[in-house]
């Protein structure tokens, strides 16, 4: 067995080890595993099954189900921008084709080079700034065509 496969044995492990007995453990166990390693490893899904007395497929349900859990790793910069009523009323839907031509990406996908992934959310609460992007951990407001190309140029500058 590889280093790799053996620190995500441990990592898995340990996550399932601190959830052991709770009622609903899934859901803390995935999050877990995700903060930890960036996303849901394939190759993690049966040793949670097995540990869990679950099958493959009702953790497979449940991670297609909650749309933040990802089975690959995410680029450096997570963009989701906002695909709500009231950012759509604003341009949101002008802005996510723009995107997704400027990114070369789609919803779910990571650029080549890591940098982004792009996801779509349904709701940033910042509805009267509308169209709303949230980058990481950061909101941006009102934001256009114009506006991304420079967000996505600092971050591309920083890199």
Known sequence: MSSSAVALKEIVESVIESHQGK???????????????G????????MMAAAMSLSRAEIH???SFYHDFRGEPAGENIL??????A???MGSRELEHHAKERLGIDYGE??????FTLEPVY?????????????NDE????????????????????D
């Not at 009622?23 to 390693?37: E, R, T």
């Not at 990571?110 to 940098?115: A, F, N």
């Not at 909101?139 to 920083?158: G, N, P, S, Y």
């Open 61 to 63: 349900g449940v991670m």
């Open 23 to 37: 009622i609903g453990a899934l859901l803390p166990v995935l999050h877990s595993i995700q903060d930890k390693l």
């Open 87 to 89: 950012c759509q009323a």
């Open 110 to 115: 990571t650029t080549p080079d890591g940098l």
């Open 139 to 158: 909101l941006h407001a009102r934001v256009t065509a114009e506006k991304f190309d420079d967000l996505i140029a600092q971050m591309e500058a920083r």
């Open 123 to 135: 709701c940033l609460g910042n509805c009267s700034c509308s169209p709303s992007l949230r980058v």
């Open 39 to 46: 996303h849901i490893p394939p190759e993690s899904i049966s």
């Open 80 to 85: 989701h921008l906002c695909r709500a009523e």
